[in-house]
């Protein structure tokens, strides 16, 4: 019989089409969100919040693998996320598959000492270190998504700085071989798209496959953080997303891999492709 596997986060970008794989592929997969709904039929569902402990003994009972999507808008999620792992280790889970970032290393604050715990103590492990999401543009609950649809513009301090753009399926398809095969990746893997791109040039792009004028808005780090406060974003969360983009100006996601092909044998999916498929959202 093929491994349990639990899956949070399963109705998000990447959740959904890890669990979807893993079911086409024959595995047991328990699906966890906060609604008692299952995202899809045909799987088992449990209720998971990470804020209420008494929904995670049900979530772990039986499992054998699990990936994890740690909590939305937390400072330290390593507080909630670690011992959560550690009791889930102890129930017998052997393989944990985590998705942090690409601009969070291994050891730093919050999700970076996740990822090391995990190297540190999970029998068989992976993390998931994806570049920024295309869906970013085209999500009406990302700050990026609401300003496009509103006004047609990007505001952002990264300036020319570029970025390996990657679809969410690309980075899902990475997550279903990294629960899936034997034996465990035990590494991390960076993932990107196969360019990288400023936000001029994907604004250029939007513009060209909606026919309406899309605007990169060259902004100062404050003034990030205050548009991002203004948009209801906690003051900490907006000053972190504010300094990442000071990161990507000075050439920190300058950089494309080889991850998608390698790991699923097939090539990423590239930002104009992307854009196609989703130009409605911006007309």
Known sequence: MKPRILVTGASGNTGRPIAEGLASEGFRVRTATRSTTPPF????HVRFDWADPTTHEAAVDGV?????????LAEDPSLLVNPFIERA?????????????SAIQEGSPGL??????????????????????????????????ASLRRDGTLMTS??????GFVDAADIAAVGVRALADEPSHDTAHVITGPQAL????????????SGRPIRHVHASPEEVRRHLQEAGM???????????????RDGAEDRVTDTVQRIT???????????????NVWR
Request: glycine share 6%; hydrophobic share 40%; charged share 20%.
């Open 41 to 44: 039929p045909s799987t088992e």
């Open 64 to 72: 054998d693998r699990m990936y994890l999507l740690v909590p939305a």
């Open 89 to 101: 280790l102890a129930r017998g889970v052997r393989r944990v598959v985590l998705l942090s970032a």
């Open 112 to 145: 970076g000492q996740v990822h090391r715990f995990l190297r540190e103590h999970a029998p068989e492990w992976s993390v998931l270190q994806p570049s920024w999401f295309m869906q970013n543009v085209s999500n009406p609950q990302n700050q990026h998504g």
């Open 158 to 163: 990264t300036d020319k700085g570029r970025v």
């Open 198 to 209: 400023s936000y001029d040039d994907i604004a250029a792009v939007m513009s060209r496959v």
């Open 234 to 248: 906690p003051e900490a969360y907006a000053s972190m997303l504010a300094g990442l983009d000071v990161t990507l």
């Open 265 to 279: 044998g097939r090539p990423p999916r590239d930002f104009e492709s992307f854009a196609r498929a989703h130009a």
